[in-house]
């Protein structure tokens, strides 16, 4: 299976697996996660919801589905889907009932960073990084990477454009963006929900619904970011670029 759902010591585990492209995620695949997402935060057992990947958290967006996209949809037919299918992960995270924490082990690129941003807690471990990516691609970060940024870490978005930074777990620590995670992101993870079990799973649900909305983007933001996003997918930019990544 490519997304899988486990329970373990009270923690709610959504790993995803499409090992063969570290992670990255097409339309199609987003549909899984949201889903996943979504049933998980249903499981009456579970007092967190842990968002983990094999291998890898997530390396981006599946490039040659994008490129494609690009070449064959107009602005407006791929900002429905971006808004409609890629971002209804990250409004899976947001309305789940329980709060959300992403293990990143491994790369969480793009994409994969914005999927981070959209849990209520983050830990990166010794072997995950975080990067923004989005603008080597001549894109934005079409899931709402901006504004989630902007609610965890308000001053840094201009200093990752800049340097594109390949975030490891103590940089991303220094620059407030997460928590480092020993000995590994998902262990730790595991760990902060134990530390959180004395507390009620509604308690919790409550806790996050309300820092949820203290500073959640709003739905304009997000309509935003995939009309634009529509925009420079179709742009030659965006054609020449993926031309020379994909050798097509």
């Known amino acids: 299976m490519p997304v899988t759902t486990e329970i373990r010591d009270g923690a709610v585990i959504v790993t995803l697996r499409w090992t063969d492209k570290r992670n990255a995620l097409s339309a199609d695949d987003a549909d899984l996660v949201a889903e996943a997402i979504t049933g998980a935060g249903a499981e009456s057992a ?40 890629v971002q209804a992960m990250v409004r899976a995270l947001r309305d789940c009932p329980v709060p959300t924490i992403a293990a990143v082990d491994g790369a969480a690129v793009g994409l994969g960073m914005d999927l981070a941003l959209a849990c209520d807690m983050r830990f990166v471990g010794p072997k995950g990084f975080l990067m923004q990516g989005w603008a080597r691609a001549g894109l934005i970060p079409g899931t709402g990477g901006t504004a989630l940024l902007h609610r965890v870490a308000p001053e840094r978005l201009w200093q990752l454009l800049a340097t594109q930074e390949r975030v490891s777990a103590e940089r991303a620590v220094e620059l407030g963006l997460a ?19 004395y507390i009620d799973r509604r308690v919790l649900g409550d806790y996050a619904a309300l820092a949820r909305r203290a500073a959640w983007p709003d739905e304009e933001n997000f309509d935003q970011a995939g009309a634009r996003q529509g925009h420079l997918l179709t742009s030659q930019h965006f054609r020449d670029l993926t031309r020379q990544l994909l050798g097509k």
């Open 179 to 197: 928590e480092s995670g020993e000995p590994d992101a998902l262990t730790a993870a595991l760990a902060r929900v134990e530390a959180l079990s």
């Open 46 to 85: 579970a007092r967190a919801l842990v968002l983990a990947g094999e291998g890898q958290f997530c390396a981006g967006g599946d490039l040659p589905f994008f490129a494609e996209l690009g070449r064959t949809l107009t602005p407006e037919e791929i900002h429905r889907t971006i808004y409609g299918r």
